[in-house]
């Protein structure tokens, strides 16, 4: 079920930063990101912080342009209107246009509905014409434009703040009659285009302006144009057949990178690909191999065509005039300089390829003048260098690449090489020298690839019919993928191929024009559904129809692709706006929410969110201004509410900095290897993370958690050793899919395949099995547990789940609308309420009714939750500051107030009474001090300590071993004796001793053995059957046919459990019983005939309790409760250990109310009915004990779950 609770997405913004480590990849989660189409989220993730935006557009205009072919002549003081300008629009896009008549007057216009242009910002001179006979001498712009440069040969270039040396792209030749340019104009402060000497009477001065693109994604799910019919385009994506097959003609392709560097401008990077279409074409790499330094333009009869990196190539048509015009919404764009040569751009990622006259690629550059050069020795590519000077280097033999090397510009030597071997002129052999690791390739007589081997053995083969189209692809296991064809996909009559899998599911794929058309899967088996599509101009999709017969719609831009209309199969439409091809200016939502997006030259600068609320980005503006400096968040109260950044010399962030308060300043600071990956971090209290890489650049080492990483040739993972030395080793069919893991203990779990790919089996460490089988689309359609039980599931053609039959036949439906949200949920017993959702046009979840009555939702512009109202009547409210952080909550006994610091850490919580709870932090975001309103005093230092005045009430110390597991925890209360428990643990990592004693474990993990002699048994689907404690009174446990504990039996007789259909615990006994809301939270508990109704805080990640009746419940930073407040209006304080564990209760006046202690798995050792929030800080009830987390219920008495895992895997 899809329940909409969402904060405003910009809200990481303004939070410390994150640093994710996968791989090698520094991550930061404030970086900006384009706002991308149908994403109503935008999660922002960027390679080092560093923006690669798009470059401004360069034009020309022809020779032989005049006003009369697109613009308007009007005498001086006249109003020029606007019109479309097609041919100057084919050569520079024509995106704004600014007039200046003899008299001074300036006009600006935008667009055809005669709107005026935003300012100068992001455009770019591309063509002037000049009636008057005098020469232009200056020209200045508005101070937040760009300035320009001339000489008397054209455009020079376009800086921000500098006058170009030379003219490095050579001159435009497009003034017109009568315009030159003599010097570079500086005065910026009119707001006015300014001529010097001025236009005389008469004369009227036209400039076209074009405004960098950014990026456009098609909505996901829809397929674009096939291309050629060979790897995917990477301008125009393809519909793909789940291989490397195109289904519409049936090439094969193969694609590897063998190396890729990031930095500023383009990636130093070099991707190879095969294309069975090509066999007969021969490269630098051998027959049917192109390579992303193999770009090309070349030019035939009034046509242009672009060659991509992987092949695939793009269609330009003359517009008559020097110029080129793309195809239908295709995003990128091709402009010829005679004397200079081509530039090719997608809007995607806006990097500009350079051509010679000839079609050869030479530079690559971004919007901000970094750029990679391309190095030739007669036609054999030897050098690519980046911005930062690192090279790839290119060694030949015989005319063919013989070795790769990568360079390092300080001592020109190699750090990594790779070799490459031919045979008959196809490429059979290469080699990662410094890992050792070598890719073998086979081929027919007619040079199309047959198979290929990875270093560890592994091959894949590939079979063709007489037409040279794929016929089989065999993997390394053996499964094998048939392909079939009737028709031509390419042709506009159409073509059909049909794809049968190694399990035998078939697929049909229907093509026209290389358009897909409709999607079979399950084709000839009752799971058939089919997905259609229509296209509309320039091959973009119109509509997409799932198998239920639901359509979605998408109105584009034919010009430039852009997404401007996406309307959901109930009709609700969301709007897209644009400022320039790609570059989102606005998200309007069905509800009419609006999102607003600001840029400079293609660099976001602001994005406002539908309450008005912007967060502002700011960028290098002399050395590198694609670099972002720094982040200003949204709260106008918030002055110094800013993330700063600064780069090395190769644009990797090398330094982070937050300002908590005025006076404070957190900086992480980063170092990172030649390759770009980052070796070390070390955080605001000069803590030090390092990493370290092998020779395949693979991490080996991660901080203090790994030791050691071992991987096999293929590059997986097949060894880890930690801190304490444990090992855990893993193996892989010849398919690379994790087979086993062998555990430091010896144990090993395992895990099976079908010939599909699927996993049909996983083994536990005990030997027992659980099963999975699936549908012909790939769906899991049933699970059998260990002992024989099976759960089944069914699917509508839409892929919906409809129907879950559990192992003891009860049957439970799903029901969905147009929008395949969940609107229904019934159960085959009669006498169990079924449950109803309602959504609003945004797809957010209304209303709901269940057993327990009517709920209802609300929400603000920026879709965060603002109130909800429950089946009970009881109703919680919300509201947020300007940077989205929860400042109000009212409970229904009251409201609690909260404040944040700028960093957007929690400082107080004032509760309706008035009463506040402070908390600090150290500059790295630890949580340091929290102060109690009865005065007591919490540090968090090397020891938790509470402290009223100079007495201490509690403290807990931790000591650490050499893997940051606790080897010791010390307790010390007010008045009673100091207690230390050691803790030493297992070659798993698992609690061997503490509590005085060990803690023992059977073959599957189960915990059986306490350091109190209780010992435990458990059957083969790891169910807990009896519990032993020293006394030897027995206690012995039944369960049903889902696997939920049933019954508990011991010397006093048998209490029976009893459950939902969604295995929720309804009843303990006669006298204890629990209902639940349709979102499968609890609603009500019933214990010996008193009923507590329950209110959620349903705005965080997992629902707080925030009251049961008796009781209202506050938390602090991270969800930790740090007070209840009773009905009758007692305060109670709660305070909390390392673990969130509640250790003690204190009194308005400071006095201790109750102590508490837990074992490692939680069972109290102490009282602890002071308050039902308590080990892990979570809820337990009364009467069992049982610890309620949501999805099933925890019993620490037995270290157990009463229930198996809701998920299936």
Not at 16 to 41: D, H, K, M, S, Y
Not at 561 to 566: E, I, K
Not at 1048 to 1067: K, Q, R
Request: hydrophobic share 30%; aromatic share 10%.
């Amino acid at each position: 079920m899809r329940i909409y609770f969402r904060r405003w997405p910009f809200l990481a913004v303004l939070k410390a930063i994150v640093l994710v480590i996968v791989l090698g990849t520094v991550t930061f989660e404030n970086a900006p990101e384009r706002p991308q189409p149908v994403a109503l989220t935008y999660p922002v993730a960027l390679r080092a912080a560093h923006q690669t935006t798009v470059s401004v557009r360069y034009g020309r205009l022809p020779s032989g342009w005049r006003p009369a072919s697109g613009l308007a002549t009007e005498a001086a003081g006249a109003a020029a209107p606007f019109r479309q300008c097609p041919q100057v629009g084919a050569a520079t896009g024509c995106g704004a246009l600014i007039e200046v008549t003899g008299t001074g007057a300036v006009a600006v216009r935008s667009d055809p509905g005669q709107r005026p242009y935003d300012g100068l910002s992001g455009a770019t001179l591309v063509g002037v014409l000049n009636s008057s006979p005098a020469p232009v001498r200056e020209l200045s712009l508005a101070a937040d434009a760009q300035l320009f440069s001339f000489h008397t040969g054209g455009l020079c270039g376009v800086h921000d703040g500098a006058v170009p040396g030379g003219c490095p792209f050579g001159g435009t030749g497009f003034e017109g009659p009568g315009v030159t340019f003599a010097r570079l104009g500086t005065d910026r402060r009119s707001g006015k285009v300014r001529f010097h000497p001025p236009l005389g009477p008469g004369a009227t001065a036209y400039f076209a302006l074009a405004q960098a693109p950014a990026a456009s994604v098609a909505p996901a799910g829809s397929p674009t144009r096939a291309g050629e019919g060979g790897p995917p385009s990477r301008t125009r994506p393809m519909p793909s057949c789940g291989s490397t097959v195109n289904c519409a003609t049936g090439v094969w392709w193969e694609e590897t990178t063998d190396v890729s560097i990031a930095g500023r401008g383009a990636p130093l990077a070099l991707t190879r690909t095969y294309r069975s279409d090509r066999a007969d074409q021969d490269s630098r790499f051998g027959q049917g191999w192109v390579d992303s330094y193999g770009m090309s333009v070349s030019t035939d009869a009034g046509t242009a065509k672009v060659t991509e990196e992987n092949g695939a190539s793009l269609l330009f048509t003359s517009d008559g005039q020097g110029g080129y015009r793309a195809p239908p919404g295709l995003p990128a764009t091709l402009i010829f300089r005679p004397g200079s040569g081509f530039e090719f751009r997608r809007y995607a990622d806006g990097i500009r390829h350079l051509f010679t006259e000839s079609g050869r690629l030479v530079q690559q550059s971004d919007a901000h003048g970094n750029t990679t050069h391309l190095t030739y020795d007669d036609d054999l590519l030897t050098r690519v260098t980046d911005p930062a000077g690192r090279t790839l280097r290119f060694g030949y033999l015989g005319g063919r690449v013989s070795t790769l090397e990568v360079v390092d510009r300080d001592t020109d030597l190699a750090a990594r090489t790779w070799r490459y071997g031919y045979s008959g002129g196809d490429l059979t052999r290469v080699t990662d020298v410094r890992s050792k690791r070598t890719w073998t390739f086979g081929y027919d007589p007619g040079h199309r690839m047959v198979t290929a081997r990875s270093p560890r053995g592994g091959i894949r083969s590939v079979t063709y019919d007489e037409a040279h189209r794929v016929k089989a692809l065999v993997d390394p296991t053996g499964g094998q993928t048939s392909w079939s064809y009737r028709g031509d996909g390419a042709a506009p009559s159409g073509g059909t191929t049909t794809m049968t899998g190694p399990e035998g599911d078939v697929s049909v794929f229907e093509y026209a024009s290389l358009e897909l058309t409709a999607v079979t899967r399950g084709a000839g088996s009752r799971d058939a559904a089919t997905t259609r599509y229509t296209y509309g101009p320039g091959a973009l999709v119109s509509s997409v129809t799932d198998g239920n017969g639901h359509t979605t719609r998408y109105d584009h831009d034919a010009g430039t692709g852009d997404l401007l209309r996406l309307t959901d199969a109930r009709g609700n439409t969301t709007t897209y706006r644009y400022d320039n091809p790609g570059e989102i200016a606005a998200v309007v939502n069905p509800l009419g929410a609006t999102t607003e997006y600001r840029y400079d030259n293609g660099r976001l600068t602001a994005m406002v969110d539908a309450e008005r609320q912007a967060v502002t980005y700011h960028y290098d503006s002399a050395a590198h201004p694609g670099d972002l400096k720094w982040i200003k968040g949204p709260d106008p109260d918030k002055d110094k509410q800013v993330t700063t950044l600064e780069y090395d010399d190769w644009g990797n962030v090398v330094s982070s900095t937050v300002y908590p308060h005025l006076e404070e300043r957190a900086t992480t600071n980063y170092t990172y290897d030649f390759a770009g990956n980052p070796t070390s971090v070390v955080d605001p209290l000069g803590g030090e993370t390092r990493l370290t890489y092998n020779a395949a650049g693979q991490p080996e080492q991660l901080g203090a958690g790994t030791k050691a990483i071992r991987y096999d040739g293929n590059g997986n993972v097949e060894q880890a050793t930690d801190h304490s030395g444990n090992v855990t080793r893993f193996t892989y069919d010849d398919a690379d899919r994790p087979v086993m893991v062998i555990r430091a203990d010896g144990s090993s779990t395992r895990t099976g395949y079908d010939r599909a790919g699927r996993v049909n089996l996983q083994v536990d460490a005990a030997g027992l099995p659980t099963k999975f089988t699936y549908d012909a689309l790939d769906r899991v359609i049933s699970v059998t547990d260990p002992l024989g039980r099976i759960t089944r599931m069914g699917y509508d053609r839409a892929g919906n789940q409809t129907s879950l039959t559990d192992p003891a036949g009860r049957l439970t439906r799903y029901g969905y609308d147009e929008a395949n949200n969940l609107v229904s949920v019934t159960q085959s017993r009669g006498d169990v309420p079924g449950i109803v959702y309602h959504y609003d046009e945004a797809g957010r979840l209304d209303s709901m009714d269940d057993g327990t009555g009517h709920t209802k939702y609300s929400y603000d512009r920026n879709d965060r939750l603002t109130g909800v109202t429950n089946g009970a009547g009881l109703t919680v409210r919300y509201t947020y500051d300007g940077a989205g952080n929860q400042v109000g909550l009212t409970y229904p006994a009251g409201t609690v107030r909260r404040t944040y610091d700028n960093a957007d850490r929690l400082t107080t919580v004032t509760d309706w009474g008035g009463r506040t709870t402070e908390f600090e932090y150290d500059i790295a975001g630890n949580l340091t001090s929290q102060k109690y309103p009865n005065g007591i005093v919490t540090s968090y230092e090397s020891a938790i300590t509470s402290k009223l005045g100079d007495a201490t009430k509690a403290e807990f110390g931790y000591n650490r071993d050499a893997a940051n597991r606790i080897s010791s925890a010390t307790t010390e209360f007010d008045g009673q004796p100091k207690t230390t428990i050691a803790y030493t643990y297992d070659t798993l990592n698992r609690v061997g001793t503490g509590d005085g004693g060990a803690f023992g474990y059977d073959s599957a993990g189960n915990l059986d053995a306490f350091p109190d002699g209780t010992e435990q048994a458990f059957d083969a689907a790891g169910q807990l059957r009896t519990t032993t404690p020293a006394d030897g009174t027995a206690v012995t446990y039944g369960y049903d046919e889902q696997g939920n504990r049933a019954s508990v039996t011991t010397g006093a007789g048998t209490t029976d459990l009893s459950y939902d259909e969604a295995n929720h615990l309804t009843g303990y006994g006669e006298d204890i019983q629990y209902t639940y809301d349709g979102t499968g939270q609890r609603a009500s508990a019933t214990v010996n005939g008193s009923t507590s109704t329950f209110a959620w805080d349903h705005s965080t990640s997992v629902p707080l309790v925030l009251t049961d009746t008796a009781n209202s419940y506050l938390y602090g930073p991270n969800g930790q409760p740090i007070a209840q407040i009773g009905r009758d209006g007692t305060v109670r304080y709660l305070h909390t250990d390392a673990q969130g564990s509640v250790r003690m209760l204190t009194d308005e006046r400071g006095g201790t109310v109750e102590t508490r202690g837990y074992d490692a798995f939680g069972r109290p050792t102490g009282p602890s009915g002071g308050s039902p929030l308590g080990y892990a800080g979570q809820y337990t009830d009364q009467g069992t004990g049982f610890q309620y987390l949501h999805a099933r219920h925890y019993d620490p008495a037995t270290g157990q779950f009463l229930t198996r895992d809701p998920s299936p895997r």
